[in-house]
């Protein structure tokens, strides 16, 4: 039997439209806070792109799926959302987990990134803690950068007497100076930021979080890269993170890459 010329013709147009269909997404672009160290923040050395542990963890994520990824600065963080939003951008990778987006963003279950935001105090200072309650009355202060929890937010802007200021230095600064009580940073940020300051032996962060908020893989919807089989493989990896070591590892080595860029004389960060 010979096929006529137009069945053929029309099979030859559908082939890669099949494969299409059957194939994956082989290039993600992500996106995400550009002022975030040591999860993320902008490459001094080529600020259209990002670094820090959480590029690092989705590097290792990518070569294990088989897909090339590029951590592009997408503008701060409120300009990187609607990146997303848009699909001109297909994940941000530092999501709160935020209810309202659920009409505009896929949220990859478990987090990428869990943090641990303490209580940092004076080494002398006498604020008995061990519940967020305990600084009721208290002043404190925290940075206008900080992941806290929707939650813990709305917990913090009715129950306690926070300041928010625009960045970490400040904040650290007027812990020591006394004129704050308590300041609320998470575990790597005010390490790396009391160490570059000088005030590591000033300072001690209390040893229960006081919030755990967590940090999602959020993929849009207008995505052309958001299907089941991305979706999927994405919670597998997220799942399997933990026991791997691998976030542990990163953290630790992007903290000691900010603290050396904090420490040179042009092009520093501050959170």
Request: charged share 20%; glycine share 8%; hydrophobic share 40%.
């Given at each position: 039997m010979q096929?006529r010329?137009w069945?053929v013709l029309?099979?030859?147009?559908l082939?890669?439209t099949l ?5 994956k997404c082989d290039r993600?672009?992500i ?22 542990a959480t ?7 990518a ?8 951590l592009?600065?997408?503008g701060k963080r ?5 990146e997303?939003r ?10 709160p ?6 009409q ?5 279950h ?8 303490l ?5 002398d200072?006498a ?6 309650a305990?600084?009721?009355g ?5 940075s206008?950068?900080a ?46 930021m009391?160490q570059?300051l000088?005030m590591s ?5 209390r ?13 849009s ?19 399997e993170?933990?026991?791997?070591g691998?976030?542990?590892?990163a953290?630790?080595?992007n903290?000691?890459?900010w ?5 040179q ?7």
């Amino acid at each position: 039997m010979q096929l006529r010329p137009w069945i053929v013709l029309l099979g030859l147009t559908l082939l890669p439209t099949l494969a299409q269909a059957g194939g994956k997404c082989d290039r993600l672009v992500i996106t995400g806070s550009p002022d975030a160290p040591p999860l993320l923040w902008r490459d001094p050395q080529d600020p259209t792109h990002l670094i820090g542990a959480t590029a690092d963890v989705l590097q290792q994520v990518a070569k294990d799926l088989g897909l090339k990824i590029d951590l592009l600065y997408g503008g701060k963080r409120a300009a990187a959302l609607d990146e997303v939003r848009s699909g001109r951008m297909d994940i941000l990778a530092d999501a709160p987990l935020n209810l309202g987006e659920l009409q505009t963003l896929d949220y990859i279950h478990p987090a990428l990134m869990q943090l641990d935001y303490l209580v940092w105090t004076r080494k002398d200072s006498a604020l008995v803690y061990s519940t967020a309650a305990d600084l009721h009355g208290h002043p404190g202060a925290v940075s206008e950068r900080a992941r806290l929890s929707a939650d813990f937010d709305t917990f913090a802007s009715q129950q306690l007497s926070l300041q928010r200021l625009p960045t970490l230095t400040p904040a650290f600064q007027k812990l020591l100076l006394g004129e704050v009580d308590y300041v609320l940073a998470s575990r790597y940020s005010g390490m790396a930021m009391a160490q570059s300051l000088g005030m590591s032996n000033d300072l001690v962060a209390r040893d229960v979080p006081i919030d755990q908020p967590g940090l999602y893989l959020a993929i849009s919807h207008n995505s052309a890269c958001n299907d089941p089989w991305l979706r999927g493989q994405l919670a597998k990896k997220m799942t399997e993170l933990p026991a791997s070591g691998v976030a542990q590892a990163a953290l630790q080595r992007n903290l000691e890459r900010w603290k050396a860029q904090l420490q040179q004389p042009v092009g520093t960060s501050t959170q």
